[in-house]
């Protein structure tokens, strides 16, 4: 649903609110707050990307851990994608921020300044 109501916000605004999924929490973006930047691309610091700069690949990550418990203990075999997709989005993560680092230059510390965490509120 992150990635969702980021895709709703690159698009040009409309003057209507921007409605992903309303009946969850940071599902309506009425008035998306935005972090102007020097290169001129705005960096959403509201809705679910006010909580996690990378928030989208946490739910990635508990859904593929959801569905490798649901198969039990009997045998290491489906634990073999969650293993991997958490590697592989850890590593994207850290990938992601030296990139955007290098994007947006210092407002992307002002960014990072009102979006402590990377992946899990109030823990990373």
């Given at each position: 649903m992150a990635r969702l109501l980021l895709w709703t916000f690159e698009r040009p605004l409309l003057a209507a609110p921007i409605i992903v999924l309303p009946w969850l929490p940071g599902g309506r973006l009425t008035a998306p707050e935005v972090l102007p930047t020097a290169s001129g691309r705005g960096l959403l610091v509201s809705g679910w990307w006010g909580v996690a700069r990378h928030l989208?690949?946490?739910g990635d990550i508990v859904m593929a851990w959801?569905?490798?418990?649901?198969?039990?203990?009997?045998?290491?075999?489906?634990?073999?994608?969650?293993?991997?997709l958490t590697?592989?989005?850890?590593?994207?993560?850290?990938?992601?921020?030296?990139?955007?680092?290098?994007?947006?230059g210092p407002d992307w510390d002002c960014y990072c300044q009102r979006v402590p965490y990377r992946l899990?509120?109030?823990i990373y």
């Open positions: 989208n690949y946490t959801t569905w490798a418990l649901t198969c039990g203990f009997g045998s290491p075999v489906p634990y073999a994608y969650p293993v991997f590697l592989l989005l850890l590593h994207r993560e850290r990938r992601d921020e030296r990139s955007c680092r290098l994007k947006y899990i509120p109030k």
